[in-house]
């Protein structure tokens, strides 16, 4: 099953809140990815390079789990998977 959702912003390099929610979570991590957290070496660079791939704009999202409070999700935009 695969889910539309527009990106509301982008928290790091690796996660990402959704207008609506997806599976009662606005959260959604990026399934493979494993980006520094903001305040590591690299971290801003992450996030800067996912701000411009997705947000404010519709992706796809496949869900694959949980992590906390955050859905799991295989995420592309313009049928190109996100990294």
Same mark, same amino acid.
């Given at each position: 099953?695969?889910?539309?959702?527009?990106?509301?912003?982008?928290?790091?390099?690796?996660?990402?809140?959704?207008?609506?929610?997806?599976?009662?979570?606005?959260?959604?991590?990026?399934?493979?990815?494993? !980006?520094?957290? +903001?305040? *590591?070496?690299? /971290?801003?660079?992450? #996030? !800067?390079?996912? +701000?411009? *791939?997705?947000? /404010?704009?519709?992706? #796809?999202?496949?869900?694959?789990?949980?992590?906390?409070?955050?859905?799991?999700?295989?995420?592309?935009?313009?049928?190109?998977?996100?990294?």
């Amino acid at each position: 099953m695969t889910i539309k959702r527009t990106v509301k912003r982008v928290l790091d390099g690796d996660t990402f809140e959704t207008y609506r929610k997806v599976r009662g979570s606005n959260y959604i991590r990026i399934a493979n990815v494993n !980006a520094p957290e +903001k305040h *590591q070496f690299g /971290g801003r660079g992450a #996030t !800067a390079r996912l +701000k411009r *791939q997705i947000q /404010g704009k519709v992706v #796809t999202l496949k869900p694959v789990g949980r992590s906390y409070s955050r859905i799991v999700a295989k995420v592309r935009h313009n049928r190109r998977l996100v990294r």
